[in-house]
């Protein structure tokens, strides 16, 4: 057997034993006798640690049928090993059984550290990147009976459309009132925005702009209809210690046969096997709610990606008001005293204006010549005196400013996560370059603009940087 074969084995049974949350002793005698009969190195187990289920379900497929029938036969046997099979066992278990004994190319693994999914209940989503017209049609004239099926099993049915038109159906203010309540600081455009995002959102929308982009993966912008199922949780390590450990969400997707009652005949196929595997039934009787927002599971992960996508317009994405001494980030104002934000559009300058690419760090490397220092006093306080009535004329000053300007950026960077999402801040903040020799923002200078008397401009051509090179 092959080294990433064993290590295949050895994560499969490794998310198995974790999936109910419990570590029984029979689990662990099993682990242990397969590690043996398999011949797995504890340098195999190790690296198990740091693949992904949707890759190790793709080494077993490359293996002889008679090999992943052993496999899965000892994986059934671990599920049962306490007597019983909880929900994300049963889940592991008809996903892989559905993956290895597929011959069309039907059923895919694929796994993603996708944010916000780790917590989320079960969910079974129909998907598409282009509109099929007869399955979306079908899926309107069955809903009722296919979201029935699914929440017997707890598990939700979503239908991309069905969001819009509950959100549709709202009564205008009171869904506006929450979209401000959420984001206080969004304009009015960006409100009415938002609001049309939400009611008009489609499944191939949702396909290609959310999944593609939230998973890195390709074939969401060109994928047949399908049914997308979030499947369980493996909890993959950093590969060094200055990251942090990361719970990947595994999704199978189910691809459509375009034939009569497609989404509804595979729903029962799935349920039904889905009904072997588990010896703890999970019944439930739906709950249904009408007029009311729902920010939870699914619907908040729908509703933030929205909220940054159409709060964030790329153009967008950082607007600096000269005169109002005010900046946006992503549509929301950052509140930044005058002296931080000209300390802001410094950086910004000697990022994207300067072969540099960044603020150096005077005198913390390297002395700073005349001719630097002479630079970056001129640059940093003609930017201070775009936002002071009494202008400063003394450039060798900037030599004494240096320690304010860290404290500064230390402040920056504080004001900055409380406004922007941790998982955006990279784009905005000031970080130290590699080598810690000076501060830079790592943004597409495309994607910065400067409000001024003048007008509208891209950061890059406001007319004060041409006296300053």
Known sequence: MRHHQKIAIARLISDLIKSDDVICKEEIALYNHIVCSFDISQDELHEAQFFSQAEAVSYIKKMVPSEQKKIFSILHKAAYSDN?????????????????????????????????????????????????????????????????????????????????????????????????????????????????????????????????????????????????????????????????????????????????????????????????????????????????????????????????????????????????????MRGVEVQMSATHLATYIFILHQSLCTHYGGLIKAGQHRPLSEKEVNRLGHTFHAICNLFREIPITDTRSYLEDVPNIRAYIARIRTTIEHHIDTQDIDYYYPKDSSDKSMYHIAINPSCVQIKHSGGNCSFIEFPLWKCLK
Not at 108 to 126: F, M
Not at 148 to 169: A, D, G, M, T
Not at 180 to 191: D, I
Not at 239 to 268: G, K, S, Y
Request: aromatic fraction near 14%; proline fraction near 3%.
């Open 84 to 328: 019983s099979c909880v929900a994300r066992e049963a889940l592991l278990l008809l996903t892989l059984s559905r993956t290895l004994n597929d011959t069309t190319d039907k059923y895919h693994l694929l796994s993603s550290n996708i944010k916000g999914w780790q917590n989320l209940d079960k969910y079974v989503v129909y998907i598409e990147s282009d509109y099929m017209p007869a399955i979306n049609e079908e899926i309107l004239q069955q809903y009722d009976t296919i979201a029935n099926l699914l929440h017997l099993w707890k598990f939700e049915f979503i239908y991309i459309p069905k969001i819009s038109q509950s959100l549709c159906e709202m009564d205008r203010s009171y869904l506006c009132d929450i979209i401000r309540y959420m984001n206080p600081r969004l304009s009015t455009e960006m409100l009415n925005n938002l609001y049309e995002s939400l009611t008009n959102f489609t499944t191939e929308a949702f396909t290609c702009d959310y999944l593609a982009n939230s998973t890195h993966q390709n074939i969401f912008y060109d994928i047949e209809p399908s049914l997308f199922i979030n499947v369980g949780i493996s909890n993959v390590l950093a590969l060094n210690t200055t990251q942090q450990d990361t719970a990947w969400v595994n999704f199978l997707t189910i691809r459509l046969e375009d034939e009569p009652n497609c989404v509804l005949n595979e729903v029962r196929h799935f349920l039904d096997q889905y009904e072997t595997l588990i010896t703890e039934p999970e019944y439930q009787r739906p709950k249904r709610g009408k007029g009311l927002f729902r920010y939870y599971g699914f619907y908040k992960q729908l509703f933030d990606f929205l909220a940054r996508q159409h709060t964030n317009g790329v153009e967008n994405n950082i607007l600096i008001d000269i005169s109002a001494r005010r900046i946006w």
